[in-house]
């Protein structure tokens, strides 16, 4: 049986306002995530160009423990910062969900490059497979751009579309470095610029509205 368009152009007026009402109440409550994750990548980054710079005296392969090793600490942080808060409102769920997405994509990004990676070694000798970690920035910044711009929609709040502008500007820079150990230090500079600024105001938000 087919909804009658009066009633589903009702329906979705009433989760419009329901959507407005509660960004104007009880705003996005990611902030905690937001500043994890932008601590996490923003000390990857930094180890993952000391690397590259040969500060440090490990293999290619470690790259692999530095992302895996920072990225399940800060899902750990935020499910603990997570666990406690009351029923989250529809625009937080959006939130929650398409960060949960975009953090499915990093994580299988990551995973195959280290199996090309270990699977070249295997083959040929050479550790060139892991050049494909120069793909996380622009992929990272990518994602960070379409979540914060799915959350602002979502929550009817425009103070995140220009950390999602930042984010794409971020992608085309990391990407036009690709190869540089510059790479890094820009993607840990942009950590601090789209992950963890957004995460202390919308913090502060939090407190604001109690």
Do not use: C, K
Not at 47 to 73: K, R
Request: proline share 5%; no cysteine.
């Amino acid at each position: 049986m087919s909804i009658a368009p009066s009633q589903s152009a009702q329906e979705d007026l009433r989760m419009m306002r329901e959507l407005a009402e509660e960004g104007r109440v009880r705003p996005l409550l990611g902030g905690r995530e937001f500043v994890i994750f932008g601590v996490a990548i923003a000390l990857a980054s930094l180890l993952h160009a000391a690397l590259v710079y040969g500060l440090l005296p490990w293999p290619p392969m470690a790259l692999a423990a530095i992302w895996f090793g920072t990225m399940m600490l800060a899902v750990l942080l935020a499910g603990i910062a997570r666990s406690g808060r009351g029923r989250p409102t529809t625009a937080n769920r959006v939130e929650m969900e398409v960060w949960r997405a975009g953090g499915y994509v990093l994580g299988s990004l990551a995973l195959s490059i280290f199996a090309y990676g270990m699977l070249t070694m295997s083959r040929s000798g050479s550790d060139q497979g892991f050049f494909l970690f120069t793909l996380l920035p622009p992929v990272v910044f990518g994602v960070y751009a379409i979540a914060m711009a799915a959350s602002s929609a979502a929550a009817r709040d425009p103070s995140l579309r220009g950390f999602a502008i930042t984010s794409v500007a971020l992608l085309v820079v990391t990407t036009l470095l690709a190869g540089s150990p510059t790479q890094y230090l820009v993607m840990a500079a942009g950590a601090v610029m789209v992950s963890i600024l957004p995460g202390l105001m919308l913090l502060r938000r939090e407190r604001e509205h109690g």
